[in-house]
Each structure stands twice: as structure tokens, then as C-alpha cells.
T-cell receptor, first 112, second 115 residues
């Protein structure tokens, strides 16, 4: 079963706006990762945040992690049409042996 | 990041036939690979963990006799869908885990359609 729930399920914004999506999970984790998937394609790793980290940046991406609330957020700033994709969070549980459990995903549409 | 390939990228087969999907690690040796299934507009569900030189570990609810996994070398894992049925139609994605970066790198996926 999926550990993560993502919110919102879908998001439509104008180019240049920021996009924020949230992920909640249930059990203790080693790390949480965010991936992007373009339609019908494989997954591209975006960013990994460890359980002892609270915030991480990579280019236009900002990820936060709140282990007390078991939640994470992904912010894409100054969005571009090329950011249109589905975004998934995935958690690696403490006893998971590197296995990832994926959230339901957020479908982001960036309109030019 | 690491490069993972899958072959074929898509396949259409008749019900009852078996289909083999290959997952190759192109630039490093992967002792552990993972197989996922993704139905349309849904998330990835882990099917099994493939360990080089040993039997795969299947997730609950995944039939090991139906989804045969072989990880015969450090660069190749195969998933064979045996006696495929229309409900097996899905997007199958493999990944390899890199100990160096503690990250999974995903293949481009294989679209299976069973008629």
C-alpha cells in the first residue's frame, strides 16, 4: 500500500507562478525523495532530503521536511511550461532496505 | 546520475503468452534492482526487489510464479510476465539503487498491453 499521500492531486498554474505540493507519510523514515515523471516516461530524481534535514534547495526547487508532522513539501519557483509533469514523493523507511514507497503524485500543468 | 535502460520500451502480446522485460545498468554495477508497476494515472507500486545472485523478494500480493525475476549479473535484471492477461497491462519500471548516492535511478519503463 502507498505510504504517502500527496496534495493536491492536480495543480494548474500560469508560467512564472510558484507551484507547491505536499506529501504526508505514516512511518519513520531514513529519507524522503521527490521525483518527476513526464507522461508515459520514467522517473527523474529531483532531490533527496534526509530525516535529519529540514530544508534543501536545488535550483528552482525547494524541499522542506517536518518529521514531527510526517510531511514534506516541494516548491517549484518561477515555473516553466517544461515543468509540466507528475511529481511523486517517495519515502525510504527505516527498516525498508532501500525500498521506496511512493505517494499518489501531483499532476502539475504549467500554462504558457 | 546513473543510466538505466529497459527493453523493450513497449510490447503488445496476446493473452496467455509470456513477455520478458530487460533492465540494464549501463554505467555501474547494481547489486540491487527494483521492479515497479504503474497503472494509468496512478502511482508506482513496488513489485519486487531483485538481488544479484539470489532470489527476488516479492511484495505482498505479487505472485512470484507469475512475475519471474532473474538478476543473473550485476548489470542485468529481467522480469518475465508469464501467461499474461489483459489485467497485466501496465507500465513496468525498473530502478537500480546506488550505494554511493543512496538514490534509485529509474529506467524509462516498458508499456505492456495484453490483448
Amino acid at each position: 500500500s502507498q505510504q504517502g499521500e500527496e496534495d493536491p492531486q492536480a495543480l494548474s498554474i500560469q508560467e512564472g507562478e510558484n507551484a507547491t505540493m505536499n506529501c504526508s507519510y505514516k512511518t519513520s523514515i531514513n529519507n524522503l525523495q521527490w521525483y518527476r515523471q513526464n507522461s508515459g516516461r520514467g522517473l527523474v530524481h529531483l532531490i533527496l532530503i534526509r530525516s535529519n534535514e529540514r530544508e534543501k534547495h536545488s535550483g528552482r526547487l525547494r524541499v522542506t521536511l517536518d518529521t514531527s508532522k510526517k510531511s514534506s513539501s516541494l516548491l517549484i519557483t518561477a515555473s516553466r511550461a517544461a515543468d509540466t509533469a507528475s511529481y511523486f514523493c517517495a519515502t525510504e523507511g527505516r527498516a525498508a532496505g532501500n525500498k521506496l514507497t511512493f505517494g499518489g503524485g501531483t499532476r502539475v500543468l504549467v500554462k504558457p | 546520475g546513473a543510466v538505466v535502460s529497459q527493453h523493450p520500451s513497449w510490447v503488445i502480446c496476446k493473452s496467455g503468452t509470456s513477455v520478458k522485460i530487460e533492465c540494464r545498468s549501463l554505467d555501474f554495477q547494481a547489486t540491487t534492482m527494483f521492479w515497479y508497476r504503474q497503472f494509468p494515472k496512478q502511482s508506482l507500486m513496488l513489485m519486487a526487489t531483485s538481488n544479484e545472485g539470489s532470489k527476488a523478494t516479492y511484495e505482498q500480493g505479487v505472485e512470484k510464479d507469475k512475475f519471474l525475476i532473474n538478476h543473473a549479473s550485476l548489470t542485468l535484471s529481467t522480469l518475465t510476465v508469464t501467461s499474461a492477461h489483459p489485467e497485466d497491462s501496465s507500465f513496468y519500471i525498473c530502478s537500480e539503487w546506488s550505494q554511493d548516492t543512496d538514490t534509485q535511478y529509474f529506467g524509462p519503463g516498458t508499456r505492456l498491453t495484453v490483448l
